[in-house]
């Protein structure tokens, strides 16, 4: 398939009135049923299974796939529309890799989904926290979803990859027998707890206390998850990439095989914007829900810097 025919395959799947029919009560239903869901995935699978053949010799060229792992709404869209605006990289977010190596798809099907994911979040401008305040992640002037000869590819979805990993040991082993002779490169974003809670309880109207053991319950699942991924995981803690994007960017660039350019790193800098409105502002913490937090985060190494300043 061509990069045109590949961009009007994209934009029909995310269009306006594609959808307006998802809000609907029957195109709801419709989508959450059993019935499209295995429709779908055959559908997949063909397509995929097409534009990986057309594209073997592309793909050939690719030396590591990213799977990034840790809480939903830690900052891994931020890191995959920074690293996706690389020359060489094409990295889509939500795609849910473990859902298609459970599925029996092959590494080059899912090199073509994670390559049609790329173009189709270019083409809506790289948009996320749609249930939230909506803002872009495009980068200006570089090459997100328009990768010409990509040695990286790989998905940004980390709240559900972790729970699927964690849940299951056995996904983890199918994952890694999928990509085999293709290097593995762990991505875990990690910020300050009350960020992740909060977000939790605005998008689906969690309570605090449910909020506060469903992140807790992902910890867990990282507990057991990184110690098996050795020395294959980066962690990249939100704060500093908020403040020394460029820094932080060269060393992520460089642990997964790339070579950031001036230019590149000066385009990705213009994301960070200090101005917006997080989602901890959002929402009032309890003195008593504040120390549970802090108590708990204690357990946890990669939650050490954040003990003292939890809601703060």
Not at 141 to 152: D, F, R, T
Not at 268 to 273: A, H, K, R, S
């Amino acid at each position: 398939m061509s990069g045109g025919a590949a961009r009007w395959r994209a934009a029909a799947a995310d269009s306006a009135a594609w959808r307006k029919i998802g809000r609907t009560t029957v195109g709801a239903r419709l989508f959450r049923s059993t019935a499209y869901a295995s429709a779908d995935l055959v559908r997949r699978r063909v397509t995929a299974g097409i534009e990986a053949a057309r594209r073997r010799q592309r793909y050939s060229t690719v030396e590591a796939f990213l799977v990034f792992i840790g809480h939903t709404k830690s900052g891994g869209s931020l890191v995959g529309a920074m690293l996706d605006a690389h020359a060489r990289a094409l990295v889509s977010d939500e795609i849910d890799v473990v859902r298609y190596t459970e599925a029996g798809f092959r590494r080059g099907q899912i090199l073509a989904l994670v390559e049609r994911g790329s173009i189709r979040e270019s083409m809506k401008g790289r948009v996320t926290a749609r249930r939230l305040e909506s803002y872009s992640l495009a980068v200006d002037g570089q090459y997100q979803g328009a990768s010409h000869a990509p040695l990286v590819m790989g998905d940004s979805r980390a709240g559900p990859t972790t729970r699927a990993l964690g849940d299951d040991p056995g996904k983890l082993a199918r994952l890694r027998a999928t990509f085999e002779g293709l290097p593995l490169r762990f991505i875990h974003v990690v910020r300050d707890p009350i960020g992740p809670m909060s977000a939790m309880m605005i998008r689906s109207g969690r309570t605090a206390e449910n909020a506060i053991e469903d992140y807790f319950a992902q910890c867990d699942r990282l507990m057991w998850l990184v110690p098996q991924l050795g020395e294959s995981v980066f962690r990249v803690h939100y704060e500093d990439l908020v403040a020394d994007p460029r820094g932080l960017l060269t060393g992520i660039c460089r642990f997964v095989g790339l070579e950031p350019t001036v230019d590149y790193l000066n385009a990705c800098g213009t994301l960070i914007d200090g101005d917006r409105v997080s989602e901890a502002a959002q929402i009032s913490w309890s003195p008593a829900q504040i120390d549970e937090i802090r108590r708990r985060s204690t357990a946890y190494p990669f939650l050490s810097r954040y003990v003292d300043e939890v809601g703060r």
